[in-house]
């Protein structure tokens, strides 16, 4: 699991290209999928949790086609990973 956020500039069109493009591009770097929430503060960022591994990750942010599907999808910056501090039960 890796749970990442990005600022966008329209969600939709985030939406749109994330779910197309971005998914084709993510499945060749081993992503099972991902569910993606919006920011109720900032209406601007969305955040993502990916069943992917980080080596998928690192993978996928490095390929030099990945630039322009961001840039497609309207992001604002780079995603960024949130660091995981722990796994509890309950």
Known sequence: MLLATTKVADVDRFIRIF?????DKRRLHGSNGATVFRDPSEPDRVWAIFDWDAEGWKNFVSDPEVPAILQEAGHVG???AAMLLGHYEA
Request: proline share 12%; no cysteine.
């Open 19 to 23: 779910s197309t493009k971005g998914a």
């Open 78 to 80: 780079k995603p960024q």
